[in-house]
């Protein structure tokens, strides 16, 4: 491992650690699965050949971090259906749930949701930095948009604007998807 992979490696855990521990507590069982995850996260960014062709290693690790999740809870097929969903309290949380559901007995429901992720992913990278900046921020990290306007050092207003776009971007660009899923 090259000492550049290795400088990036420590900041993105530096950087990432915190929100991507909370990130995957809020979406497995217990501590140590969390914490297992998390180290499988740590250990595919530490095998990745050449981080500098990471575009994003933020969104790369959430990616690598919910497909650990979903990996875990495919082994578990005793478990309930609340250990897939988490409490948000949004209009999309109907939507957000069957993302989370268990899809080992329905190769459909499956397939409709790797097809979401790849196509999430691809959207937000359509995203002007800072709006995908926002998004990930505050839907995937959960930072509020105070928070984030406090890290940036932008107003508020800026902040909410920048998440306005990026939504209306995600929702252009995913609608087929919802109108697939309510046929």
Do not use: C
Not at 46 to 71: H, M, P
Not at 128 to 135: A, L, S
């Amino acid at each position: 491992m090259s000492n550049q992979n290795d400088s990036v490696i420590n900041d993105s855990i530096q950087q990432y650690e915190g929100k991507l521990s909370g990130f995957i507590k809020k979406r497995v069982r217990n501590e140590a699965d969390a914490e297992d995850i998390l180290q499988d996260v740590w250990f595919q960014l530490s095998n990745f050949a050449n981080l500098a062709d990471l575009e994003n290693i933020g969104a790369w690790l959430y990616r690598v971090a919910r497909n650990r999740v979903t990996d875990r809870h495919r082994k578990k097929t005793t478990d309930s259906l609340e250990d897939f969903v988490y409490e948000n309290g949004d209009e999309d949380s109907v939507f957000k749930e069957l993302l989370l559901l268990d899809d080992s007995n329905s190769p459909e429901l499956e397939l409709f949701k790797e097809n979401f992720w790849d196509e999430l992913m691809e959207a937000l990278e359509e995203l002007p930095e800072k709006q995908r900046e926002v998004f990930i921020w505050n839907e995937i990290e959960d930072m509020t948009l105070q928070q984030i306007a406090d890290k940036t050092g932008e107003n508020i207003k800026t902040i909410i604007s920048r998440k306005g776009y990026a939504v209306k971007h995600l929702r252009k660009k995913l609608n087929y998807l919802y109108e697939e899923l309510n046929q």
